[in-house]
């Protein structure tokens, strides 16, 4: 590549990061670390992930890997950063790096075990689609995505939802995961199996879906015997 069409790419890009830093904000929580520029891939293109980590793997388990997402919504994007504990957020950028090895220093040699992720400000690359698991106009799946923005680096670690995030989760019917307050909703299967929400509540604040079924499960198996 000549040095004239190498200054010229970098202008055209700088320009298209300048748009779309100019329109709709589209906002992704991922690993620490990226740099502005960096092209988001689908997890399905990583073909240097680490042997011993599988696409179902817990920490990828509730990933579609044919797509980047992105949200509208900065908090449940920054809610994603704030799940991405350090070990995920090592065997990630092992997959990024070309050789499978992390870049130079370990990057989190010194960091606290409590320190998240990393919010970005990201520009869609190729068409948008609705992400199923949220409602209309909140998350979309795009084929890639490049960081335009380091919003908020070192996000403080939380796996669970922030209270303005909760009413985006819902089931598959389109029923609500957690009420205002983060208990489990008993959706309408459940309450046809006596499942009621105070027998879910004590489950505490914004159970994973996988708790809510396990326990709604056991209760309905009571009610029945």
Not at 57 to 67: Q, R
Not at 90 to 116: C, E, H, I, V, Y
Not at 160 to 178: C, N
Request: hydrophobic share 35%.
């Amino acid at each position: 590549m000549s040095g004239k069409k190498a200054k010229a790419d970098r202008a055209r890009l700088r320009q298209e990061m300048q748009a779309a830093a100019e329109g709709t904000a589209y906002w992704h929580g991922g690993p620490d670390g990226l740099r502005v520029g960096t092209v988001l891939l689908p997890t399905t293109q990583l073909h240097q992930l680490p042997p011993d980590i599988r696409l179902d793997h817990p920490w990828f388990s509730d990933i579609d890997h044919s797509y980047v997402c992105a949200t509208t919504d900065r908090t449940l994007a920054r809610d994603y950063a704030a799940g991405w504990d350090l070990e995920k957020q090592a065997a990630f950028l092992m997959a990024l790096s070309a050789d499978g090895r992390l870049p130079g220093r370990n990057p989190w040699r010194d960091t606290p075990r409590k320190q998240g992720g990393t919010l970005y400000r990201v520009q869609p690359l190729g068409p948008l689609t609705r992400d199923p698991d949220y409602r209309e106009g909140v998350s979309f799946r795009m084929p890639r995505a490049r960081v335009i923005a380091v919003e908020e680096a070192g996000v403080p670690y939380n796996p669970k939802p922030s209270p303005e995030a909760l009413h985006y989760t819902t089931w598959d019917t389109g029923e609500r995961v957690w009420d205002d307050q983060g208990y489990a909703i008993a959706n309408r299967l459940m309450q046809s199996h006596g499942v009621t929400s105070a027998a879910l509540r004590p489950l505490g604040y914004a159970p994973d879906a996988d708790t809510i079924l396990r326990h709604a499960q056991q209760i309905a198996a009571r009610q029945e015997s």
